[in-house]
């Protein structure tokens, strides 16, 4: 029996775990102004399209919470204009921008939800076999890297992920155009939080790398 390579097949799937549980938010597409000369974008008004106001703050909330929690400034919509009709014009919200002295506004679309079925491939796990101690009652410290592996059956099954999807876009308040763009997508996410927080890093280092933030 090659007790190294079974060694090896547990290392490979530990990691492989972690790499597929460490972040559930993905930018699937994305854009960005090249063109674009102005200064960096330093304070943003951030707007929320959801399904009701409930869910728009929350979001607002939070995304300005973690968006602060990186060092930059961020102010939500809801502060500004309460109900989401009070921005139905540019003119309401060049009223909010003018409030704070914004220089972008950050726009996040709620594009729904997909329930989409995924079948998971049986497989073969290779676990310690039972009954091996540490020291005197088993096979001792130097014993354990010989001890033998059984193989474990795990029949495969059908799962249904859910999929999040945003849609978020940033403005020049100076231009008036739009200068970064990206669609998410959010996979069996734990928590509105966790999709809220990812999404922060995804975008914040992003526009970095466009060059439109510090």
């Not at 972040?23 to 102004?33: A, G, I, Q, V």
């Amino acid at each position: 029996m090659n007790y190294q390579k079974y060694i090896t097949v547990l290392l490979l799937a530990g990691l492989l775990g972690l790499v597929s549980c460490s972040s559930s938010t993905r930018l699937y597409e994305r854009w960005n102004d090249k063109g674009y000369t102005g200064e960096k974008l330093t304070k943003v008004l951030v707007l929320g399209l959801f399904q009701d106001d409930i869910q728009r703050r929350a979001f607002e909330a939070a995304f300005v919470k973690r968006v602060d929690s990186t060092g930059k400034n961020a102010v939500a919509g809801y502060t500004l204009m309460a109900n989401t009709e009070d921005f139905d014009s540019k003119e309401d919200i060049l009223t909010a921008v003018n409030k704070i002295n914004a220089d972008a506004v950050l726009i996040t679309r709620f594009k729904g939800v997909i329930e989409k079925d995924r079948h998971v491939a049986p497989r073969v796990d290779y676990v310690p076999a039972m009954g091996m101690g540490y020291g005197r009652y088993g096979y001792g410290y130097g014993g354990y890297y010989g001890s033998s592996y059984q193989a474990v059956y795990r029949p495969g099954y059908t799962t249904t992920d859910k999929i999040v999807q945003l849609d978020t876009r940033v403005f020049s308040v100076a231009t008036e155009k739009l200068v970064w763009a990206g669609k998410t997508k959010s996979v069996n996410a734990s928590s509105s939080q966790e999709i809220v927080d990812e999404l922060v890093t995804i975008v914040v280092e992003d526009m970095k790398k466009s060059g439109l933030i510090d």
